[in-house]
Nanobody, 124 residues
Framework: QVQLVESGGGLVQAGGSLRLSCAASGRTFSSYTMGWFHQAPGKDREFVASISFSGERTYYTDSVKGRFTISRDNAKNTVYLQVNSLKPEDTAVYFC?????????????????WGPGTQVTVSS
């Protein structure tokens, strides 16, 4: 298991940007595929993006393609989510997650470690 802590959330106006970070503990960070999910009030947690061990492969949900970018720095045990052109509907708690899968998963059930989340609020 790896321990995860997100940071970088906050209140931003529509059209603004944030950079979310997720710091992982442990020496095996590079052996995990990583993902970001979000959960809006009253809604289920949903997939946002995921990235392979090396960072070569990335996947995004359609609603964030072209606006969000997932990346990782294995030397710093950190995964990032750059969120641009934010919309009010992006308001949610954003969670970082780790998966031991050999492929790059997009389903919650494939992720075994989760952070506590960071709040992103977008005002109109």
């Amino acid at each position: 298991q790896v321990q995860l802590v997100e940071s970088g959330g906050g209140l931003v106006q529509a059209g603004g940007s944030l950079r979310l970070s997720c710091a992982a503990s442990g020496r095996t960070f590079s052996s995990y595929t990583m993902g970001w999910f979000h959960q809006a009030p009253g809604k289920d947690r949903e997939f946002v993006a995921s990235i392979s061990f090396s960072g070569e492969r990335t996947y995004y949900t359609d609603s964030v393609k072209g606006r969000f970018t997932i990346s990782r720095d294995n030397a710093k045990n950190t995964v990032y989510l750059q969120v641009n052109s934010l919309k009010p509907e992006d308001t949610a708690v954003y969670f970082c997650a780790a998966s031991p899968s050999r492929w790059v998963p997009t389903r919650m059930r494939d992720f075994t470690s989760w952070g506590p989340g960071t709040q992103v609020t977008v005002s109109s």
